[in-house]
Nanobody
Framework: VQLQASGGGLVQAGDSLRLSCAASGRTVDGYIMGWFRQAPGKEREFVTA????????YYADSMKGRFTISRDNAKNTVYLQMNSLKPEDTAVYYC????????????????????WGQGTLVTVSS
């Protein structure tokens, strides 16, 4: 599975941005998918995850109410809608696929995912 993230860019605080992650090589409807991010000088952290059918989602506390994950299995794509962006949201955002067990503490961990995209940079200016 190859994952291609896109949609990053430079925005101002308070703006919105929608990231996309297109999968190729095989369908990903059998996988839990997630988004992680890595800010400059920091470790990669969990953002959100979505179940195979899209019926369940899980967010890191700091993203709740501002970020929304969704997926379109027909298009083999997962999305991350980010609203009310803050400068501290500045990071490289990575999509991931391959998790199979829907347990929140598991899907929040990087080791649950087998496939990773290359990342897309989001920069939020104040």
């Amino acid at each position: 599975v190859q994952l291609q993230a896109s949609g990053g860019g430079l925005v101002q605080a308070g703006d919105s941005l929608r990231l996309s992650c297109a999968a190729s090589g095989r369908t990903v409807d059998g996988y839990i998918m997630g988004w992680f991010r890595q800010a400059p000088g920091k470790e990669r952290e969990f953002v959100t995850a979505i179940s195979r059918g899209g019926g369940s989602t899980y967010y890191a506390d700091s993203m709740k109410g501002r970020f929304t994950i969704s997926r379109d299995n027909a298009k083999n794509t997962v999305y991350l809608q980010m609203n009310s962006l803050k400068p501290e949201d500045t990071a490289v955002y990575y999509c991931a696929a391959g998790a199979v067990v829907w347990v929140e503490r598991i899907v929040a961990g990087q080791s649950a995912y087998r496939y990773w995209g290359q990342g897309t940079l989001v920069t939020v200016s104040s």
